[in-house]
């Protein structure tokens, strides 16, 4: 079989969770264009459509990703754009922050985009070509007071983006990283209106 993809197949886009929020949105967005999307999150997903496929997967779990992507790559052989969107913030000053949360933060955002991104890559590089997208926040160049830990994960996100991209750009793939202002989504559902206004007028 050629290597070679129809360019009139549709992309296969991964997307981590998806269950809800931003992640959501962005799947049935790309549902909509007559994408391909596979989605994930800890829980199941309400979101159907002949063209999207979910997994339960804890996107922190080494062995949880490495199933999903075996499974996805043996269904679809590819996959053109991958984006870590899966995050939790922990929204309280760093002195009484527990390390369980701070630990959990750096799985789910760090630990979990580093993890989609190696072993999807790994199927871009084949076909020399690809798109990887992390988010982060604009938490880290604001420094924004009750989020270090947050904005620390994504700052880690933003260094590994650099450096992916510049390892992985011989293969023809793409790696960027965005960082999106509050979004209406249940991460900020508890953050004062007040201080939104004031991040969105810096």
Same mark, same amino acid.
């Given at each position: 079989?050629?290597?070679?993809?129809?360019?009139?197949?549709p992309r296969v886009i991964v997307?981590t969770?998806?269950?809800?929020?931003l992640g959501r949105e962005?799947?049935?967005k790309y549902l909509?264009q007559?994408?391909?999307?596979?989605?994930c999150?800890r829980?199941s997903?309400s979101?159907?459509?002949?063209?999207?496929?979910?997994?339960?997967v804890?996107v922190?779990? /080494?062995e949880e990703? #490495?199933?999903?992507?075996?499974?996805?790559?043996k &269904?679809?052989r =590819?996959?053109d754009?991958?984006?870590?969107?899966a995050g939790?913030?922990a929204?309280?000053?760093?002195?009484t922050?527990?390390f369980?949360n701070?630990?959990?933060?750096?799985?789910t955002?760090?630990?979990?985009s580093f993890?989609?991104s190696r072993?999807?890559a790994?199927?871009?590089?084949r076909?020399?070509?690809?798109?990887?997208?992390?988010?982060?926040t604009v938490?880290?160049p604001l420094?924004l /007071?009750?989020?270090? #830990?947050?904005?620390?994960?994504?700052?880690a996100? &933003?260094?590994? =983006?650099r450096?992916?991209?510049t390892?992985?750009?011989g293969?023809g793939i793409?790696?960027?990283a965005?960082?999106?202002t509050p979004?209406?989504?249940d991460?900020?559902?508890?953050?004062?209106q007040?201080?939104?206004?004031k991040?969105?007028e810096?």
């Amino acid at each position: 079989m050629s290597s070679q993809r129809d360019k009139s197949e549709p992309r296969v886009i991964v997307i981590t969770g998806t269950r809800k929020g931003l992640g959501r949105e962005l799947a049935q967005k790309y549902l909509q264009q007559g994408d391909v999307v596979v989605g994930c999150s800890r829980r199941s997903s309400s979101l159907e459509h002949q063209n999207y496929r979910h997994f339960e997967v804890d996107v922190s779990v /080494e062995e949880e990703v #490495v199933k999903m992507v075996r499974a996805v790559r043996k &269904e679809f052989r =590819t996959v053109d754009v991958l984006i870590n969107n899966a995050g939790i913030a922990a929204m309280n000053h760093f002195v009484t922050t527990p390390f369980s949360n701070a630990k959990r933060v750096f799985d789910t955002n760090f630990f979990g985009s580093f993890l989609f991104s190696r072993e999807i890559a790994k199927i871009m590089i084949r076909r020399k070509k690809g798109c990887i997208i992390n988010f982060s926040t604009v938490a880290v160049p604001l420094n924004l /007071e009750g989020e270090a #830990v947050y904005a620390a994960s994504k700052a880690a996100v &933003e260094n590994f =983006t650099r450096i992916a991209a510049t390892e992985l750009g011989g293969f023809g793939i793409r790696v960027n990283a965005v960082g999106p202002t509050p979004i209406p989504t249940d991460l900020i559902r508890n953050v004062p209106q007040d201080k939104i206004e004031k991040i969105l007028e810096r």
